[in-house]
């Protein structure tokens, strides 16, 4: 009877070690996934700004050696689509073609059924390509100055940056500098200027993550920009 009790404890014991060691593994195992998703994560973003500064670096070249205007600048993709009619039938200002930059077309420039673009006084169908490979277009102007950007991650579902609030959710304060570098990421996307002015203000249902995503919020104080104006405007 000892022997048998001894006999069943011990095989509780390893029972409960084995349960043990099993969660331990899993509860490790879901650790390691999030922190693959969260460095795959970092690596697309990485891309996607490698990706931008590259064409971006075109398009200073083509306008200092071909002097190619923000207007002429052409990202047409090889199959035809995305042509830009105001750039020189020679392609001396296409982005994507051997007597341009010579560039492939990479991340955000691939989608050819988006209208990629110079954005100018004015202009409101073009979408600019910011930093980390998310979309601004503007919705209307006075004079020179944009009064409202749309924002899109995708290039397809806008939402008005009047909305997206530039502060973290978690803290109450704002970031002025980052507000700051938003805009002039809109600017230097937009045709290759830094922004003049801006305003903020009004609470607001979304803020910008730092991947440039925006998520929604309840508790956003009070800082979005609108009516930016950039020098090259």
Known sequence: MKSSKGNALFLILIAVA???ALSYAVTNSSRGSGGIEKEQERIDTAVRQQCVA?????????????NCSDSEL????????????????DGSCDLFKPSGAGLTACGPYLESSLPIGAITAGNTTNLAVLSLG???????WSGST????????????????????????????????????IANDICNAS??????????????????ADDYSY???ASC?????????????
């Open 18 to 20: 084995l349960f043990a």
């Open 74 to 89: 052409n990202y047409e993709l090889p199959d035809g689509t995305n042509a830009n009619g105001d750039a020189p039938a």
């Open 134 to 140: 998310t979309y601004v277009r503007c919705q209307s």
């Open 146 to 181: 944009c009064n409202d950007f749309d924002y899109s991650v995708d290039g397809d579902t806008f939402v008005n940056f009047s909305n997206i609030c530039l502060q973290t959710p978690e803290a109450d304060r704002i970031f002025l500098a980052y507000s700051d570098m």
């Open 54 to 66: 590259q064409v971006q670096y075109g398009e200073n070249k083509l306008k200092v050696l071909n």
């Open 191 to 208: 045709c290759g200027g830094s922004q003049v002015t801006y305003t903020g203000g009004g609470s607001t249902p979304y803020y910008l």
């Open 215 to 217: 998520l929604p919020t």
């Open 221 to 233: 104080a009070t800082f979005a920009i609108a009516n930016i104006e950039c020098d090259c405007f």
